[in-house]
């Protein structure tokens, strides 16, 4: 089975975060989110793969290339405008066309069974079957509204009422080859607000599995820092070097980087390249190189980096 993997976007609810790598090669214990993903998809059979690059697109083929997938054929597709997540199949279309295929965002990390989703997916006979998790109150993702049978009914809008409880929609999608009659050739496109929702208006069923298990989402600085720390303790990336004085606590640290004596940094992200000199106290803040700092990003910057309250971040 074939799988497209999804990694062009612009990362912005990561920034700064993105000034550095892309949003897929963001790491997740010391190990980047789309290396998760093909991991996951490799043990679960699948052996042919597209990913889409647009924003920093070598940070992800060297996330790649690093993981060791051997066995998984991978092609890249580039956009040099963003397509959205039905235009970013065009490119791959003739590859893609003529069976079942996988659609899965490369920001999320998972271990639910998807054999069992594809099954579901067959038995249904759906244009398109959404893997779907329980809602999570405290965080804020658009509900999937689903009737008693399992068939979407609709989509949540940004910012609509939130109706609980509900489901919430991992990003994985399975597409019957059916799918392109509502895709059109070029431009961007989206699927769940144009390609979905012009299925539905035309009686489509699109199905839904209700996965167990954990499904982890990396979308905005609050969650990225969150769900490190829930992962337990500091984690330090790769040629890290950190003076033995130096406390830190709750930390995620990434590759290169020079914390000097007696610095104190409590939840903090500190990304690539990082030098932080000595007596450096922090809490609660993203650490960047200021040499990346984009304009909105100048009222941050602190001498060599870039000092940004995670907290404030949506």
């Known amino acids: 089975m074939k799988c497209m993997v999804l990694a062009a976007g612009l990362g912005t609810r990561l920034l700064p975060l993105t000034l550095c790598r892309a949003k897929s090669a963001v790491p997740y214990r010391n190990q980047p989110l789309i290396c998760h993903c093909l991991k996951k998809l490799a043990a679960e059979g699948i052996d042919q793969v597209a990913v889409n690059l647009h ?170 820092w969150r769900l490190n720390a829930e992962a337990g303790g500091n984690c330090i990336g790769y040629d890290a070097r950190i003076h033995p004085s130096a406390e830190l606590t709750n930390c995620v640290v990434w590759n290169g980087v020079y914390i000097a004596q007696g610095c104190e940094l409590e939840n903090c992200v500190v990304a690539d390249g990082v030098d932080l000199p000595e007596h450096t106290r922090l809490k609660n803040v993203v650490i960047v190189p200021a040499w990346l700092a984009s304009p909105e990003f100048q009222p941050y910057v602190r001498g060599e980096n870039i000092i940004y309250p995670w907290e404030i971040a949506r």
């Open 55 to 224: 924003h920093l697109p070598d940070s992800v083929r060297q996330a790649v290339s690093a993981a060791n997938l051997d066995r998984m054929r991978i092609r890249y597709s580039y956009e040099p405008k963003i397509l959205g997540t039905a235009g970013a199949l065009n490119p791959v279309r003739d590859w893609l066309a003529k069976e079942t295929f996988l659609l899965v965002n490369g920001k999320i990390v998972f271990d639910f069974d998807l054999r069992a989703a594809l099954t579901c997916h067959r038995q249904s006979g759906a244009l398109s079957t959404l893997v779907l998790v329980d809602d999570v109150k405290e965080e804020d993702f658009n509900p999937v509204f689903v009737n008693p049978q399992g068939a979407v009914t609709g989509f949540a809008r940004t910012g609509e009422e939130r109706v609980l409880p509900g489901m919430v929609f991992t990003g994985i999608h399975i597409v019957d080859s059916r799918i392109w009659q509502y895709i059109p050739v070029s431009g961007a496109t989206d699927m769940v607000r144009d390609v979905y929702a012009a299925a539905l208006k035309r009686g489509e069923l699109v199905a839904s599995y209700h996965a167990t298990g954990s499904w982890l989402e990396f979308s905005t600085l609050p969650r990225y």
